[in-house]
C-alpha cells in the first residue's frame, strides 16, 4: 500500500486538511505511520484529539520518527495519549 485507502469525502474542511497533512509529510516513513492512522481514525477524532494531531504534526519527520521507534522523547505537552495511540497503530497490512 503506498497511499490513502480513504476518501475525504464526508468529512469537514479540518480533518480533509489533516488527513492530506497526514499523507504528505515529506518522508515516505512518516506518510505511511501517520497516513494509515488518519485513513483508518480521522473520522472518529474528537476536536481535542485533532488539536493533538496538528500538534503532532508540526514536530519535525526526524524528530517524530525517532519518537515513534523509541530513539527519542518527545515533551510531554506532544506525547499524549493521540500520540501512544498512533505508536501502538499497525503500519503494516500483511501485504509487504
Not at 480513504?6 to 479540518?14: C, F, I, N, T
Not at 512518516?30 to 504534526?57: H, P
Amino acid at each position: 500500500m503506498t497511499g490513502t485507502t480513504r476518501s475525504s469525502d464526508g468529512l469537514d474542511d479540518r480533518r480533509k486538511r489533516l488527513l492530506f497533512r497526514c499523507w504528505h509529510r515529506g518522508t515516505r516513513e512518516m506518510d505511511l505511520i501517520l497516513g494509515r492512522f488518519a485513513d483508518a481514525e480521522i473520522g472518529n477524532l474528537s476536536d481535542d484529539e485533532l488539536t493533538q494531531l496538528e500538534t503532532l504534526l508540526e514536530v519535525n519527520d526526524p524528530d517524530l520518527y525517532a519518537a515513534i521507534t523509541g530513539d527519542k522523547v518527545l515533551p510531554a505537552e506532544i506525547a499524549g495519549a493521540l500520540f501512544a495511540r498512533i505508536k501502538a497503530f499497525p503500519i503494516t497490512d500483511g501485504d509487504l
